[in-house]
């Protein structure tokens, strides 16, 4: 299988944009995909609908729609509309987040993301195949709510559109548990960092919730959706440095010191000493040490940075594992243009 190319918008900064000819070159380049975010400012629906409004081929897609920030019905909802609109080319991505985030910015409880996600993804489906009027009872969710607080009136509805029940629908995951839920449930997963050479880093987890999933679901059938940072400089230091802080800033400080998906992952991947050291420092509020204390290997085997040649190189080990179905699509993170059309004269 030809791995796809993909690009992914970030969150941004202070102010909402969307580069519009930045994402019209990806489109005219072959780039299957681009994809939005959101954290705790702006959202990751309005941008895909712009985005979908103003191109004709290429997919967008969430990475990701925070679960709990909003209900299942209510995605389900955009999910019809835009893909409706946009011709079949919109895909759901789906992340629990982590408690910091959904405790501290929407003031819900965190819940059980795992729970969460099976129930969420069960109750969109429902109302996308419209079978028959939504019911759910779940520790998450009762649709029909009843209970204290509720009028008693609410009654199974079924949607008045028409939605796709073979919609993609992917999920942010990247601890065991979530890769093995990802692969039972959802039709492939996004990974915020990966070494293309260790698949077999995920491969157990992704093996069981095939078989739990049943009915002949395989590789074939779920998409590693790979984010993989792209810095273009002949400059090798130079085009280190933002992967190495967005590193930092994700095993160091996105989540607590029990819980950090990103550190486990590093400490998964080798970096054991480096994960600890590196999450030290930023919980202390050493940023610089932090950023520091990434390894050159782990940035080198994440993302693909330095001059063109070393990142054309490079490219062949993530295309061999598009080719032995372990990579479904490289999802690009800061590249320049004349980065994308790289990899584009040399992965597709």
Known sequence: MAVKLGLTLGTGGNKAAVDMDYIREAENLGYDSVWTAEAWGSDALTPAAWVLAQTS?????????????????????????LDHLSGGRFILGLGPSGPQVIEGWYGVPYGRPLTRLREYVEIIRKVLARREPLQHEGFHYQIPMTGEGTTGLGKPLKSVLHGDPNLKIVSAAISPSGVKAAAEIVDGFIPIYMDPDRFEVFEPDINAGLEKAGGGKSMSDFMVLAYCQVRMNDDLEEARQPVRENLAFYIGGMGARDKNFYNDFAKRIGYVDAAVEIQDHFLAGRRKEAVDAVPDELVDRTALVGPKERIVERLQDWKKAGDKGQVHTIVTRGASVEALRVLAENAL
């Open 57 to 81: 081929k290429i997919k967008v897609g969430t990475g990701i729609v925070q679960m709990p920030a909003r209900t299942p019905a209510s995605v389900a909802m955009a999910c019809m509309t």
